[in-house]
């Protein structure tokens, strides 16, 4: 038997102490395992003292005839540290070998054993173990500012205390604004990409590169030849060579409908803004080339105020004397003080009725085209404003008004627009002074009639697998047909169905009818929706049942049955189309009667996930001798999508 050997197993199974048996020993040279490795490799130092071991089987070796692996461990003086343990079975692998926690280079020896008993020569691998921390590398780096281009050297002082036995693989480096990175993802712990500096103890040199300007931290760990870093020591760097930052608060983004108070703001994080007498940091703000304002220290304010387009001027000097005078930073401040005009459009167009449209012009900032709304309410009323879904453009508000899902009365609208300073305005006029009202119906009403077959009717039952002839008749409220037009036929399916719900879109023909095919499937229900058009209101059937049986078969082995006999087999199946059964199956009933007698229930059975059953009835009682007995399935429907129903019968005589 294969089998990957962990050490909790092993030592579960059988730990075993040689005695005389001797690793070296071997009275069955053949059985040399081939190929011994370490995970990880045997000449790395690993920084846990978890390790694994795998073999070949000597290849002309046959499964059978390998009982046994066995092992030990010893330390570097030779000692047992992990006495010989074996395995009974034919092993190729040894997981989770732990080696005591003191570092050192320990050794493992492998060995099979034949069936019959024989030893195979031992083969051994050395395990390589330090997880010993080495002690704190420091950086040393220039002191002072960095100037910009400059690539500051980096030195590392040595680590002190002892090295671990694994000596020291070299050093990992981090560089970051103070974020707090690591030299290594993992914590205590650096792979051997991550040792940037990889050449032992004495690589302790390296250029930092061109530093962003600002802070900049630098951390480093020592690392031994296992992997182990020490804690993590750092310094700080720092760069300044640009002009201090400029920034206008207060501007707005497009218009304003006020005057504006603007506040320049220094800012300069490395040498600072902080006032220091004339020849210190300043801050000066102008408008439209006039005299400017000039603050000593990191801010200054003043208020843009007129009708019309400014512009704004502004630079700062930090304490060491960084200049944006040459390029200052500059804004242009927009106001506009006086709201648009609003009006809706003189008349209904008679094509779109239920179009509502309005005008907002504005000659300073010109309209927004981005907000402004319509609303409605009974006309007299002292309602709240009602509103409606508008699009909005340059200058234009329009709202398509859903009339239909109004009572009959009269309407006022009311507008909105806003110029893009922000400035609001709203009416309740067209543009030719009267008052926006509209009279409710707007649009011709519509009736659709539609049901089963040709006498429509609401309901119907459908026997399983079969579809169904449906339609109808779209007409106005006067009864005028409605032809050429689209109405949308949705089915609703019961629950339980594989879908919820299709829908269709036939259209109406010149006397208005329309009519579809029904596919088989589970029970729904059936409506019917026209959408309404520009001038025709939108109207819906109702809802109409088709109510579909379920389908169930059942047939008997045999047309009679010998009492005391062998039995009889029923079998059938219940079906699943547009409905998935479970996979537990679903219940059906098995009932029996004499002729022109009730039926009775004589067993439930479940089928299975496709909706097959099976069931073996004996005659046992001597009374049943020469009588016709008829048996059907009845499949009662449950939480399924189908009405109950039952089978055809099937007869069986006693004999």
């Known amino acids: 038997m294969r089998a990957v050997a962990r050490l909790a197993l092993l030592m579960a199974i059988a730990t075993v102490a040689l005695g005389g048996d001797a690793a070296s020993a071997g009275d069955a040279p053949g059985l040399l395992p081939i190929n ?38 010893l330390d570097a003086d030779g000692a047992v540290v992990i006495p010989a343990t074996r395995m009974p079975w034919d092993a190729t692998q040894i997981e989770h070998i732990h080696v005591p926690p003191t570092p050192g280079i320990y050794t493992a020896d492998v060995w099979l054993v034949a069936s ?27 002191g002072g500012w960095i100037a910009a281009g400059a690539q500051p050297i980096l030195r590392i002082e040595h680590p002190k205390g002892p ?55 630098v951390r480093v760990v020592a690392v031994s030849g296992s992997g182990v870093s020490s804690t993590t020591a750092s310094t700080t760097l720092r760069v300044d060579a640009t002009n201090p930052e400029v920034v206008l608060a207060g501007v707005p983004t497009g218009w ?72 200052p930073v500059t804004a242009t401040v927009a106001i506009d003080e006086r709201p648009p005009a609003v009006v809706f459009a003189r008349a209904q167009d008679p094509a779109e009725p239920e179009r509502i449209e309005a005008v907002v012009s504005d000659p300073m900032s010109g309209a927004d085209a981005t907000r402004g709304s319509i609303a409605v309410r009974p006309a007299g009323s002292h309602q709240r404003w009602r509103p409606l879904p508008t699009a909005v453009s340059a200058g234009r508000l329009l709202s398509i008004w859903d009339s239909d899902s109004y009572a009959p009365g009269s309407y006022e609208f009311k507008a909105t627009g806003f110029d893009s300073a922000g400035n609001a305005n709203d009416t309740t006029r067209r543009a030719n002074g009267s008052r926006m009202i509209l009279a409710n119906p707007l649009k011709a009403p519509t009736r659709i009639q539609a049901g089963f077959e040709a006498r429509r009717r609401t309901a119907k039952a459908i026997d399983y697998g079969r579809g169904a002839r449906y339609g109808g008749r779209l007409t106005l409220a006067s009864g005028a047909p409605l032809g050429g037009l689209p109405v949308r036929i949705t089915a609703l399916f019961d629950a339980g169905s594989d879908f ?83 996979a537990a199956g679903t219940a059906v009933e098995l009932q029996f009667r004499l002729p022109r007698r009730p039926w009775s229930e004589f067993r439930t059975v479940q089928t299975d996930a496709r909706g097959r059953f099976r069931y073996a009835y004996s005659f046992s009682d001597d009374d049943s001798r020469g009588v016709r007995f008829q048996f059907r399935a009845y499949a009662t429907g449950g939480d399924r999508p189908y009405e109950p129903a039952a089978s055809k019968s099937v007869t069986v005589t006693g004999r």
Not at 177 to 205: H, K
Not at 501 to 526: C, M, N, W
Not at 534 to 560: E, P, Q
Request: charged letters at 20%; one cysteine or more; proline letters at 7%.
């Open 36 to 73: 011994l490795r370490v995970s990880g490799g045997e000449d790395n130092w690993h920084a846990d003292n978890d390790f694994r071991l795998d073999w070949d089987r000597p290849p002309n070796a046959e499964s059978s005839s390998i009982a046994a692996v066995k092992f030990r461990v």
């Open 500 to 582: 919820s719900q299709r829908t269709s879109v036939v259209e109406t023909t010149a006397d208005g009818t329309f009519r579809t095919e029904l596919p088989p499937g589970p029970s729904r229900e059936i409506e019917v929706t026209f959408a309404g058009s520009r001038v025709l209101a939108r109207s819906s059937s109702g809802r109409t049942r088709m109510a579909v049986a379920a389908g169930v078969r059942l047939r008997a082995s045999r047309s009679s049955a010998r009492v005391g006999g062998a039995p009889v087999i029923f079998s059938g199946w219940v079906g699943d189309l547009g409905a998935e059964l479970p």
């Open 116 to 142: 019959g008993g024989e030893r195979g020569p031992a083969v051994s691998a050395s395990l390589r173990f330090d997880a010993s921390r080495p002690g704190e590398a420091r950086p040393v780096a220039p």
């Open 256 to 327: 304003a409908s006020d005057p504006v108070r603007l506040i320049a703001s220094g800012r300069d994080g490395l040498s600072g803004m902080a006032a220091s007498g004339p020849n210190g940091p300043i801050t000066s703000i102008s408008v439209d080339g006039g005299v400017p304002r000039i603050e000593q220290g990191p801010s200054a304010a003043l208020t843009v105020s007129g009708e019309g387009i400014h512009r704004v001027s502004s630079f700062a000097r930090d304490a060491a004397g960084n200049s944006g005078d040459e390029v």
């Open 163 to 217: 090295i671990p036995i694994s000596g020291l693989r070299g050093y990992a480096i981090s560089v970051d604004r103070g974020s707090g990175s690591r030299p290594c993802a993992v914590l205590g712990r650096c792979t051997i990409a991550e040792t940037d500096l990889g050449g032992g103890i004495d690589d302790d040199t390296t250029s930092l590169g061109i530093l962003p300007e600002g802070s900049s931290v």
